[in-house]
């Protein structure tokens, strides 16, 4: 059956990383998958939390919020803190961004990653998370240069969407597809290829092992070529 888009089963929707969107931030990247638009920024702060103080190490940590209206019908802020979805969320970004590091030695400083979605069309927490790796190598650079210690950004990570939808595996979902797949999975990887996360649903059923097996061929092609992307836009 057809995509929404016409995308062959396994391409990527057009990928697009706008580095230094933001030009207050040490690092920023306006990241598009699609019509998926998501704006990430770090920011270097000279403070870590209590439990990581007096060890002259590093900390990463994150928050992910989606805008009102950033989907087709207006959603409420989340006011009173973050909902458990978005609290799942900021949990895999920072520990998806905190695999990239080379090293916490850069002094008690936070980099603090805000990833803010202006427009949703699936899979906003795998653009997320890419984008936010090229806001992460800026930071780390300005850091490096600023105090005079070694680059602490390590090595890329990137995540895509991947599902059965209408029995047939297909490659980073746009909102229809994720809402009617019957298997839904997101995987990050760091490269060239460790797993930080394979997440996998039977939304529909069950999924065998080839169908798991296929999904992850898929992830790793797409992933790949995220790769190349961000080393290109930091180039």
């Not at 990463?60 to 087709?72: D, F, G, K, V």
């Not at 490659?171 to 797949?181: K, P, Q, S, V």
């Not at 999975?185 to 490269?191: K, P, R, T, Y």
């Given at each position: 059956?057809?995509?929404?888009?016409?995308?062959?089963?396994g391409a990527?929707?057009?990928?697009?990383?706008?580095?230094?969107?933001?030009?207050?931030?040490e690092?920023?990247?306006?990241?598009?998958?699609?019509?998926?638009?998501?704006?990430?920024?770090?920011?270097?702060?000279?403070?870590?939390?209590?439990w990581?103080r007096?060890?002259?190490?590093g900390w990463?940590?994150?928050?992910?919020?989606?805008?009102?209206?950033?989907?087709?019908e207006?959603?409420?802020?989340?006011?009173?803190?973050?909902?458990?979805?978005t609290?799942?969320?900021?949990?895999?970004?920072?520990?998806?961004?905190?695999?990239?590091?080379?090293?916490f030695?850069?002094?008690?400083?936070?980099?603090?990653?805000?990833c803010?979605?202006?427009?949703?069309?699936?899979?906003?927490?795998?653009?997320?998370?890419?984008?936010a790796a090229?806001?992460?190598?800026?930071?780390c650079?300005?850091?490096?240069?600023?105090?005079?210690?070694?680059?602490?950004?390590?090595?890329?990570?990137?995540?895509?969407?991947v599902?059965?939808?209408?029995?047939?595996?297909v490659?980073?979902?746009?909102?229809?597809?994720?809402?009617?797949?019957e298997?839904d999975?997101?995987?990050?990887?760091?490269?060239p290829?460790?797993y930080?996360?394979?997440?996998?649903?039977?939304?529909?059923?069950?999924?065998?092992r080839?169908?798991?097996?296929a999904?992850?061929?898929?992830?790793d092609?797409?992933?790949s070529?995220?790769?190349?992307?961000?080393?290109?836009?930091?180039?």
């Open positions: 059956m057809p995509r929404p888009d016409h995308r062959e089963a990527l929707r057009p990928v697009s990383l706008e580095r230094g969107a933001n030009p207050h931030a690092g920023s990247c306006l990241v598009r998958f699609g019509d998926t638009v998501v704006l990430c920024t770090a920011s270097v702060i000279d403070s870590v939390p209590p990581r007096g060890r002259e190490l990463l940590t994150a928050e992910y919020a989606m805008l009102p209206r950033a989907t087709q207006r959603t409420t802020r989340e006011r009173s803190g973050p909902g458990g979805r609290q799942e969320i900021q949990r895999l970004i920072g520990r998806s961004l905190r695999g990239a590091l080379a090293t030695a850069f002094g008690e400083r936070t980099i603090q990653i805000d803010d979605v202006l427009q949703a069309d699936g899979g906003t927490r795998t653009a997320a998370i890419t984008g090229v806001a992460l190598h800026d930071a650079a300005w850091i490096a240069e600023t105090h005079g210690v070694p680059d602490p950004f390590g090595r890329w990570v990137a995540a895509v969407s599902g059965i939808v209408d029995g047939e595996p490659l980073d979902l746009c909102y229809a597809e994720d809402r009617d797949a298997v999975a997101n995987v990050v990887v760091l490269e290829d460790q930080v996360e394979v997440q996998a649903t039977g939304e529909a059923g069950h999924f065998g080839r169908d798991l097996d999904l992850l061929a898929l992830a092609r797409g992933i070529h995220l790769f190349t992307r961000q080393r290109e836009t930091v180039a």
